[in-house]
């Protein structure tokens, strides 16, 4: 006796088998995949049921942005870093030495408790509107500026393309007002001068266009006829290690100025320098805060023989990190590698030690950065050292 099934029960059957074959499929694809591509599964499970059932509201791209960042932070690299894509841009144009601000590096004066200026990058903005170092900025848009609200006074320095921000400050005992648009501004990251017959030269990063600042600096000192070249690097966070190295191979003879170990073990020289060099003897200026690229510069200038480092231990950051841009303007950074001087040491942990090592006393850490030529522990022990061995 033959039986007859109606079209809607066949295909109902027929979807019924489809599904039952799809999730076989999946557990099957589900067994034999790695971790993460479970983790992509349950991410979007996730999303299902958040979009489903929760309660507030959902920005999907701050959802995207957060996901992103976990990733990065669960790889365990301190210096791993996701960034959207607004920050993405700002920190590419960071490294390019391009910058959206005032252009100036404050500090709370120890005395006074008002903004100490102690750089203002040439033609940016705060240079165009007449501030200059050593000026200290008393109050900004009215508001007067104390120990407590200091803080947020230097925050609310960060403002829009376009803003007016009206300043007034002290010079010389003289007040003054002046008003201050937001701009796109080039970081002046290179600041140099003559302290007697030496060259002085400060680098407080390095970045694209430290190098032809350097150069500027470097030509400048030398044609003048100074017997000798101090570089500070205190407080110098590193950078790039492109502008570094093209930095010392102005400086050093021929040879190797770094090279990297990569992850499978395979080591590789990233740069050189050529024979072209500075005959000078020369003193590099050390902290705590000198890291990364900052560090390789100071090494690198013992490893050659042309001078000596002069402060305190540095940072300890020897290895490096590569940034990299997604499809939708976002970035990620991590480590691909551990960098080496001509030396090959090794100053990822415990830093450099500096050939001539002292301690700031108390005085002259408050006021590190109000002291004269004259006072300055750093430059006077770089001083006694040349002026004991010409």
């Known amino acids: 006796m033959k039986r007859t099934i109606s079209l809607r029960k066949a295909i109902l059957i027929s979807a019924a088998c489809l599904l039952a074959g799809i999730l076989l499929t999946a557990l099957i694809i589900y067994a034999f995949m790695g971790d993460l591509a479970r983790t992509y599964i349950k991410l979007a499970e996730i999303d299902f049921l958040v979009d489903r059932y929760y309660y507030g509201n959902v920005d999907d791209g701050v959802l995207g942005d957060g996901a992103c960042a976990g990733f990065v932070s669960a790889l365990g690299d301190k210096y791993a870093q996701y ?63 104390d120990k407590q609200n200091y803080v947020q006074s230097v925050g609310s320095l960060s403002r829009q ?90 400086l050093l003879p021929e040879g190797d100025i770094i090279s990297i170990r990569h992850g499978d073990g395979s080591e ?70 551990q960098f080496f001087s001509k030396s090959k040491t090794d100053f990822s942990d415990g830093g450099i030690i500096p050939d001539v090592m002292f301690e700031l006393n108390e005085h002259e850490r408050t006021h590190y950065y109000l002291l004269t030529d004259q006072d300055n522990p750093y430059i006077k022990k770089a001083v006694e050292w040349f002026n004991e061995n010409k």
């Open 161 to 250: 393309i376009g803003d007016i921000i009206k300043v007034s400050f002290v010079r010389d005992g003289k007040a003054n007002k002046t008003e201050i648009t937001v701009n796109y501004f080039e970081l002046q990251s290179v600041f140099y001068r003559k302290i007697g017959e030496y060259g002085y030269i400060q680098i407080t990063q390095f970045n694209d266009s430290s190098v032809n600042q350097f150069k500027i600096a470097l030509d400048s000192l030398t044609e003048s006829g100074v017997k000798g070249l101090i570089f500070d690097l205190i407080d110098n966070g590193g950078g790039t290690v492109n502008s570094a190295s093209e930095i010392l191979d102005m």
């Open 83 to 145: 960034l959207p894509a607004q920050a993405a841009k700002e920190n590419f144009d960071s490294l390019e030495g391009s910058f959206t601000g005032i252009g100036v590096t404050v500090c709370l004066h120890p005395e006074n408790h008002t903004m100490y200026v102690v750089n203002v990058s040439k033609d940016g903005p705060a240079y165009n509107a007449g501030i200059r170092a050593g000026d200290e900025i008393t109050s900004i848009d009215g508001t007067v500026i």
């Open 268 to 337: 590789e020289v990233l740069h050189t320098s050529d024979s072209n060099e500075i005959n000078l003897p020369m003193a590099v200026l050390t902290n705590g805060n000198t890291a990364s690229a900052a560090e390789l510069f100071a090494i690198s200038i013992r490893d050659y023989n042309k001078g000596i480092l002069i402060g305190q231990n540095t940072y300890g950051k020897g290895v490096m990190q590569t940034t990299y841009s997604l499809d939708d303007g976002s970035s990620v950074k991590f480590t691909v590698g």
